[in-house]
């Protein structure tokens, strides 16, 4: 049965550009699968547009998506709004997928302005959205899960790099703590270059991660969703940088390759997809979510976790774009269970107000 999508893209992050791709791609793919697709963007200024024409990524490149009429996302779907921002109409949607990479639209945002608006929702939630964005976070949480991480120091300061014992020894990893795609992630193999890279990491955000080198590293990503009470992997993926870490350059800009399925020892591979599979199933996460792996020394770190993944995975959970739309329907049929199993629950009204006089919360006159 044909649904009707909404596809949330953008978001005031620098990723904004990134979650374009992702976006356009899911609203098309989606189509070409039968459903009708809203594309709602957000603009990095917190705009928020909706209409046909942001399926086309052309219309990204010059600001032609401020064509596009403003949009209010609340009640179960999405108000189209016209040029005197009045609403014009209003479209139900069956439920959203967030295609947002980066700032809040990653970190919750989105998540919870669809469970305020009572649109059941395809990807992750608010907690492990919230906390997976976050770097730090992210390593408390897998400390209390035990799972083997690198060793970290967190600092949001210049000055913090004289005063902190916890700095693993050079070479160390500079990460911003709440940014994706590799933004600001810098190698530092002295003290110089440790003051420089933290000094950059905190022109984008409020604190950066020192994490230890980890030498003959090998990067493995490993994808999974939720679906019909199981936790579904994908094969695991190298990601081969060009130089000593994965750069925004290998990533987006051909520097780096892909190894698909990755060339490991089994136990290996198996020992991935059990970890990506325990995390994912013990934290009740859902929608398509990226586990990124550091292989050391014959050691297996969990580094960090995407839970709106570039192109959302898409090439390691299906054959192509076609055999994807499968993938997507798994997750927003989840999403609909989910959302009607969450609406039977009963919500009470205490009754309180009764005992609490009417001026009880007035301030008194001067």
């Not at 940014?179 to 984008?204: D, Q």
């Amino acid at each position: 049965m044909s649904k009707t999508i909404a596809v949330i893209f953008g978001g005031a992050s620098n990723e904004n550009e990134i979650s374009i791709i992702t976006g356009t791609m899911a609203a098309n793919v989606l189509e070409s699968g039968g459903d009708s697709v809203i594309p709602v963007y957000i603009s990095q200024n917190s705009d928020i547009f909706a209409g046909q024409s942001l399926k086309n990524i052309a219309e990204f490149k010059a600001d032609g998506y401020k064509k596009a009429p403003r949009a209010v996302v609340a009640d179960g779907g999405i108000y189209i709004l016209n040029t005197k921002n009045r609403v014009k109409k209003f479209i139900k949607v069956d439920a959203a997928l967030n295609c947002c990479h980066g700032g809040a639209g990653e970190g919750g945002g989105v998540a919870g302005l669809c469970k305020i608006a009572k649109i059941p929702f395809a990807s992750a939630g608010i907690f492990e959205s919230a906390v997976f964005i976050d770097k730090y976070l992210t390593k408390l949480i897998l400390k209390a899960l035990e799972v083997k991480t690198a060793k970290y120091a967190y600092i949001t300061s210049l000055q913090q790099i004289d005063k902190c014992p916890d700095i693993p020894g050079f070479p160390l990893v500079v990460k911003p703590v709440n940014l994706g795609s590799s933004i600001g992630v810098e190698k530092a193999a002295n003290s110089e270059e440790l003051k420089n890279a933290v000094e950059c990491g905190l022109i984008y955000d409020s604190a950066v991660i020192l994490e230890e080198y980890l030498e003959n590293r090998r990067e493995i990503n490993c994808a999974a969703y939720f679906y019909n009470g199981e936790v579904i992997t994908s094969e695991c993926e190298e990601a081969v940088s060009g130089g000593d870490i994965l750069s925004f350059e290998d990533k987006y800009a051909g520097g780096g390759k892909s190894v698909l399925p990755a060339d490991l020892p089994a136990d290996i591979s198996g020992a991935i997809k059990q970890t990506t599979q325990a995390v994912y199933q013990k934290l009740n996460m859902r929608g398509i979510v990226r586990f990124d792996f550091i292989l050391s020394g014959g050691e297996v770190y969990l580094s960090e976790i995407n839970t709106v993944p570039g192109s959302l995975s898409y090439y390691l959970l299906s054959a192509g774009f076609k055999d994807f739309y499968r993938v997507l329907s798994r997750v927003l049929e989840q999403a609909k269970t989910d959302f009607d199993s969450e609406q039977s629950k009963k919500l009470i009204k205490t009754g309180i107000l009764s005992n609490v006089p009417s001026n009880a919360c007035k301030l008194p006159r001067k």
